[in-house]
């Protein structure tokens, strides 16, 4: 059986296993019940690169954008922990988001008289010689 997405009036996306021939039914949303219709979403022939369900998506919507993380194998050569968070942040498309906190962060800091870490302006990036 495969795996359809839908879509109610209320904007919630949810996927669920039925037979194929059940799936022009329209079903109802696990979170408010309103009747949903189906929606047009990605498959995989075999196995590639990943791609993310509707869980994932409302999921990583949930997570704060300054804790993201870059894998060690995606990481530029030399790429401090700061860059990699700001990098992953960017390919989400959340990089504006992370900027806009981190810079508020650097505000709260200052006013408190502390001194700023990991803030674009004192960031250097750190070379191997």
């Not at 669920?16 to 009747?35: I, T």
């Not at 810079?103 to 070379?127: F, T, V």
Request: charge should be positive; glycine fraction near 8%.
């Amino acid at each position: 059986m495969p795996i359809y997405e839908w879509q109610c009036g209320e904007g919630h996306v949810f996927e669920m296993l039925v037979a194929a021939g059940a799936s022009k039914r329209g079903q109802r949303c696990p979170v408010c019940g309103a009747k949903s219709k189906p929606v047009i979403s990605t498959f995989a022939i075999h196995g590639g690169a990943p791609i993310s369900t509707a869980f994932e998506r409302a999921a990583a919507r949930d997570t704060d954008v300054t804790r993201l993380k870059l894998p060690n194998f995606a990481r530029l050569c030399g790429m401090d922990d700061y860059s990699a968070t700001r990098l992953a942040a960017h390919k989400v498309g959340r990089g504006a988001e992370f900027d806009d906190k981190m810079a508020a962060r650097r505000k709260r800091q200052a006013a408190r008289g502390l001194p700023s870490k990991n803030s674009a302006a004192s960031h250097k990036p750190e070379h191997s010689p």
